[in-house]
């Protein structure tokens, strides 16, 4: 079976540029997470999906990032314009349901804003 | 509001001695805990979970976890280490009894197993 799939895996851009970081969860998995992982700490959620409902996007900058996952499989996280401080890792992860089920997560996006 | 400490940044421990990483945690209701581990550019994979039952968890790698609800701990242990065991261990706490479904991770413990 296929793991959670994240592209790219790296990215390097100039402060106020946009960026755009895309997810394929787990087939079947209807939740589907985006975190952000700052170095040395854990990560934190941005937003979750259920489906293609965002069910909490209370963390994230809505000024300037912006998700989508139109038709409740695979997710686009973009940011726009990026600044110095967005320099991390972002995580997608997937679960089947969100009640205790395990989260499965993909290797990352590094992004460096410059 | 739900939250969950890793009190050590950094445990060494010989290989084929045990080991244990210790994490705590703050609930209003029944947690739902988690311990994954994460090594050098990859995301975070799953090792065992307490949802409920048993309050020793047996998960991969020959790792297994405690269950305390007096303590509010939920360690991670494994018997003996093995070098290939060193990585960054995130544990993670769900309240049940709240409505939003957030996972809160902890900032992490770095495991260094010397050969």
């Known amino acids: 079976e296929a793991g959670v799939v994240q592209s790219p895996r790296y990215k390097i851009i100039e402060k106020k540029q946009p960026v755009a970081f895309w997810c394929n969860p787990i087939?079947?998995?209807?939740?589907l997470y985006w975190y952000l992982q700052n170095l040395g700490q854990g990560p934190e959620l941005l937003i979750r999906y259920e489906n293609e409902e965002a069910v909490d996007d209370s963390q994230l900058p809505k000024d300037r990032f912006s998700a989508e996952r139109l038709k409740g499989v695979d997710s686009t996280l973009k940011i726009q314009p990026a600044e110095l401080g967005d320099s991390a890792v972002y995580l997608c992860?997937?679960?089947?349901?969100?009640?205790?089920?395990?989260?499965?997560f993909g290797p990352g996006t590094r992004l460096l804003v410059l | 509001a739900q939250s969950v400490a890793q009190p050590e940044d950094q445990v060494n421990v010989a290989e084929g001695n045990p080991l244990t990483v210790k994490c705590t945690y703050s609930?209003?209701?029944?947690?739902?805990l988690f311990w994954y581990v994460q090594y050098p550019n990859r995301g975070l994979q799953f090792l065992l979970k307490?949802?409920?039952?048993?309050?020793l968890v047996k998960g991969s790698y020959g790792f297994e976890a405690e269950f305390n609800k007096s303590q509010t701990s939920f360690h991670l242990k494994k018997p003996s280490a093995l070098v290939s065991d060193s990585a960054l261990y995130f544990c993670?706490?769900?309240?049940?009894?709240?409505?939003?479904?957030?996972?809160?991770f902890g900032t992490g413990t770095r495991l260094k197993v010397l050969a």
């Open positions: 307490y949802i409920t039952g048993d309050n």
């Open positions: 087939s079947g998995h209807n939740t």
């Open positions: 609930v209003s209701g029944n947690p739902y």
């Open positions: 992860a997937s679960s089947f349901g969100t009640n205790g089920e395990t989260q499965y």
């Open positions: 993670a706490v769900r309240d049940s009894a709240s409505g939003t479904y957030k996972y809160i």
